[in-house]
């Protein structure tokens, strides 16, 4: 009888260890899951923020500068549908055409610092045409904002001639927009695109 009872002891002993070792295991997996949970929702939102921020190109116009060429060039651009606000500080336009890349930052006026054969630096301006009714910020793209953004061209663009705009935020997504000049340049203000 007494080897029944100390067999039946060192059973209990073994179960209750056992189930001493599944309840740490078990907090241990609910702490890491929910630290894991934890960071993955901070990550997810980052991720939001990054890939679904930027800037949509609303109409492209351009300006005749002589017979049948266009040189100035203004995008109205707006944020997407889900975007933060995003800094001109932080945004660089590149302009693609045939021959040439323009990258362009924010500046005060419409001037181009040391080129080469292909590769310019130049400044765009930005000036308001609708103002967000709530939470404007001066520098700043926000929901509700419509921008006018101008800039000179490193060449004058010809007649029937591809151009590819390329505008890239510090966060969020490019956003590569592509347009044309008509047949014949004959107005003052062409309308590029759409």
Not at 21 to 32: D, K, M, P, R
Not at 33 to 44: H, V
Not at 48 to 62: A, H, K
Request: proline letters at 3%; aromatic letters at 6%; a negative charge.
């Amino acid at each position: 009888m007494n080897r029944k009872a100390e067999s039946g002891i060192g059973t209990l002993i073994v179960f209750i260890a056992m189930i001493l070792v599944a309840a740490v295991a078990a907090g241990v997996l609910i702490q890491t899951s929910s630290s894991l949970q934890s960071k993955s929702l901070d990550i997810g939102k980052k991720t939001q923020s990054e890939v679904s921020s930027g800037l949509e190109v609303v109409q492209v116009l351009g300006f005749r500068e002589g017979s049948g060429t266009v040189r100035n060039l203004t995008f109205m651009v707006k944020l997407t549908a889900v975007s933060s606000a995003i800094k001109f500080d932080d945004t660089t336009l590149s302009l693609l055409l045939k021959d040439k890349v323009m990258k362009y930052g924010q500046g005060t006026g419409l001037v181009c610092n040391g080129s080469d054969d292909t590769i310019f630096s130049c400044n765009y301006t930005v000036s308001y045409a609708l103002e967000a009714s709530s939470g404007h910020l001066t520098g700043y793209l926000v929901p509700g904002d419509i921008v006018e953004v101008t800039l000179i061209a490193p060449r004058e663009i010809e007649e029937a001639e591809e151009i590819t705009s390329i505008w890239m935020p510090k966060l969020g997504i490019s956003r590569e927009t592509k347009f044309s000049t008509p047949n014949s340049i004959s107005k003052d203000n062409v309308l590029l695109y759409p």
